[in-house]
């Protein structure tokens, strides 16, 4: 095809040829052949591509399924390369904005938070459908939590309510160290899970031993008390059984252990259960109608969009 193109690019053959091209690289991207591939291969093969932009917008659904699998794989620079291409050169309007939101995604999770700043900055527009506007606040206030403005993080989601929204929340104030608000949020967040029949699940507990810290931290132990006395029972026989007893004593008995507990519970990195709920939320959702936007499950309306 590529010597087609340099030959005779306006020939009946070349026209075919470049049709037939079109309907390979449909099927690798599009119907999931590709994902045979090692993701660095797809990646390889995508980039050599000699007429990828005549694709249209097939072709941006193409870099969008293929970053998200770059994604998984923590190949960030490689999918941070694809998204960046889009913005820069394929991609207006609304379509450029949800894929800003996705590179801005990448540069949170490569740890570079002040990218994500500028790529959301320069492609910021005053008319966006909601639950996009509401997708790249998000982002956001995770960068600006990330490079240590928690003021401003906490204000640009202060008329947001939802669960990932709380999550966010929970994660921005614990960063900062403002333990009383990081403990009342996390205690909040749960709700009465404390009064049903379910064992809590992992993430469940790993917020009950940080609001246990945080109300710890803060001198809190009316707080502490009441944590203990809701949740001892479910805590009790779980994994994390010993060290919610060893969070949850007087105040004034903290000791190594507390510390010990401390340091298990600081090093978990929140960047993960911030892009589950993301995900759960803005790349698994249906994008039909104008909805939110993500490298996962890209909707064709975003697509056509462009």
């Known amino acids: 095809m590529r010597a087609a193109v340099e030959a005779h690019p306006g020939s009946e053959t070349t026209r075919l040829l470049q049709e037939e091209m079109n309907a390979v690289f449909s099927s690798l991207y599009l119907d999931g052949k590709a994902d045979e591939m090692e993701p660095?291969?797809?990646?390889?093969?995508?980039?050599?591509?000699?007429?990828?932009?005549?694709i249209g917008a097939d072709g941006d659904l193409m870099v969008r399924r293929l970053a998200d699998r770059l994604i998984s794989v923590d190949l960030l620079d490689q999918a941070a390369e694809l998204l960046q291409y889009q913005v820069d050169n394929r991609?207006?309007?609304?379509?450029?904005?949800?894929?800003?939101?996705?590179?801005?995604?990448?540069y949170l999770l490569d740890r570079r938070p002040e990218k994500a700043l500028g790529v959301l900055n320069r492609t910021r527009q005053a008319q966006l459908p909601q639950t996009l506007d509401r997708q790249r606040r998000l982002v956001e206030a995770r960068a600006l939590a990330?490079?240590?403005?928690?003021?401003?993080?906490?204000?640009?989601?202060?008329?947001?309510?939802?669960?990932?929204?709380?999550?966010l929340r929970a994660d921005t104030l614990w960063q900062a160290e403002r333990w009383q608000d990081a403990g009342e949020q996390l205690e909040r967040m749960h709700g009465v899970r404390w009064a049903d029949d379910m064992p809590l699940e992992d993430q469940e507990r790993m917020d009950v031993l940080r609001a246990a810290i945080a109300y710890s931290f803060a001198g809190d132990q009316l707080g502490l008390n009441r944590l203990r006395s809701k949740y001892a029972a479910k805590m009790a026989n779980s994994p994390s059984g010993a060290a919610f007893e060893v969070v949850t004593r007087p105040i004034d008995t903290k000791g190594v252990e507390f510390m010990g507990v401390v340091r298990n519970?600081?090093?978990?990195?929140?960047?993960?259960s911030f892009l589950t709920e993301y995900r759960r939320h803005y790349l698994n959702s249906d994008?039909?109608?104008?909805?939110?936007?993500?490298?996962?499950?890209?909707?064709?309306?975003?697509?056509?969009?462009?």
Do not use: C, H, W, Y
């Open 40 to 54: 660095i291969e797809a990646f390889v093969a995508l980039l050599r591509f000699p007429r990828f932009d005549a």
């Open 91 to 106: 991609l207006k309007g609304v379509a450029r904005a949800q894929i800003a939101a996705d590179l801005a995604l990448v």
């Open 146 to 167: 990330d490079t240590g403005r928690s003021d401003l993080s906490m204000e640009l989601i202060s008329n947001l309510r939802g669960p990932e929204v709380d999550r």
């Open 265 to 272: 519970i600081a090093a978990v990195d929140t960047m993960e």
């Open 287 to 306: 994008r039909s109608g104008g909805g939110g936007a993500g490298a996962v499950g890209m909707a064709d309306a975003a697509a056509n969009a462009s």
